[in-house]
């Protein structure tokens, strides 16, 4: 794991997006997988520790069995928000149902923010093992914080698309 690449948000983006947040009045859902428990709790905290940090405190939540479940409920979350965050977890076991999983649940996230126009963060991580879930999901000790980053790209997007569409 590196986290080469993987940009800082200064304070002055942070700044415009809480801008445009309350003055746009972004409707943001939260769509998080039940599986794994530990690491979903640490991605949905950084979900909302970026939320809050724009000032966005209402935002719909809503919990998928597990993540193939994700795209179809990011798929209606889509149709009344304009940003939906997607969490989920699948850690690779001895069987190829890993790859069925991660496949479907990144090609149908990917679907559902292109039919729709709604940027989907994806925040689904695909890991080998425990160890590099926990390092990815925002918890103390994690290296990386994929929760804050996912709600910061669809909301980053979203508020893209809103200039575009003026």
Not at 13 to 31: D, F
Not at 103 to 121: H, K, Q, Y
Not at 136 to 146: I, M, N, P, T, V
Request: a negative charge.
């Amino acid at each position: 794991m590196s986290r080469t690449g993987t940009p800082e948000i200064p304070a002055q983006e942070i700044a415009e997006l809480t801008e445009s947040a309350q003055t746009l009045g972004l409707r943001v859902a939260v769509v998080a997988s039940r599986w794994h428990t530990e690491v979903m709790g640490g991605l949905t905290a950084g979900a909302q520790r970026f939320l809050n940090a724009i000032g966005v405190t209402e935002y719909t939540t809503l919990q998928a069995p597990g993540s193939f479940e994700l795209p179809v409920l990011a798929s209606h979350a889509a149709q009344t928000h304009d940003a939906v965050i997607a969490l989920g977890v699948v850690i690779r076991g001895g069987t190829p149902h890993f790859d069925y999983v991660c496949s479907a649940a990144t090609d149908g996230l990917t679907r559902v923010s292109v039919e729709s126009g709604t940027p989907v963060g994806f925040g689904l991580l695909t890991c080998d093992d425990d160890q590099q879930a926990l390092d990815r999901a925002g918890l103390e000790g994690s290296k990386e914080d994929k929760g804050y980053e996912a709600a910061h790209a669809a909301v980053a997007a979203a508020v893209e698309i809103t200039r575009l569409d003026a």
